[in-house]
């Protein structure tokens, strides 16, 4: 699967970190993202890296069944039209976005901005006793939401977020999220494409 057909987005979890497993692109937001989901999908169980598409948990020996569904998802019509713009200015990432439903926006659609990071690498070795130097994409760095919208569902957001020093601004990305009480899909440019969680 290529970023043509599905977007991805790693959300690194802290619950690890008390056995030593420090990872410093987790956030306990995330964590408790993964544990309210799981009790949507009512599982009294988290784990990673875990798989999710659209809210659907596709747990290891499910995972084959992953390409067939994102092309059953890709083949519906877009949700929305979205504008997205992004610069990087001297206080942060100003992103601006603008989102129209082509269809009754439901009560229960959310919409969230995701600023993921390429090219993240993470030395693993009180884990892995080895030193291995482990590499991460689509990594979620900052997630904003949910948005506010009017009676009609349109969203009007704008906000310059501040990027920490460490972050490499060439390999930020911001994308809209918009998720229902159990599944999420993402709009990009007018274009349906299917949203990839991975927790790790």
């Given at each position: 699967m290529t970023p043509d057909h599905v977007i991805a987005?790693?959300?690194h979890v802290d619950?690890?970190?008390q056995l030593g497993w420090r990872d410093r692109m987790a956030k306990a937001q995330f964590s408790a993202r993964q544990r309210k989901q799981a009790e949507r999908n009512r599982?009294?169980?988290i784990y990673t890296p875990q798989v999710l598409l659209n809210g659907t948990d596709f747990p290891p020996l499910?995972?084959?069944q992953l390409s067939e569904r994102v092309r059953d998802f890709n083949r519906l019509p877009p949700g929305a039209q979205l504008s997205l713009r992004q610069r990087l200015?001297?206080?942060g990432l100003e992103v601006e976005l603008d989102a129209r439903p082509l269809q009754p926006a439901s009560d229960h659609a959310k919409t969230y901005m995701a600023i993921t990071e390429n090219g993240l690498q993470n030395n693993d070795k009180d884990r892995r006793k080895s030193g291995q130097l482990l590499h991460h994409d689509f990594v979620v760095r900052e997630l904003a939401g949910p948005l506010p919208r009017d009676?009609?569902?349109r969203v009007h957001w704008k906000s310059t977020m501040t990027l920490p020093a460490e972050w490499k601004r060439a390999d930020l990305l911001a994308c809209r999220v918009r998720a229902g009480t159990s599944t999420a899909a993402t709009i990009l440019q007018g274009f349906a494409r299917s949203t990839v969680h991975c927790t790790k």
């Open positions: 987005l790693a959300f619950y690890w970190d599982s009294s169980i499910a995972q084959g200015v001297p206080s009676e009609l569902g």
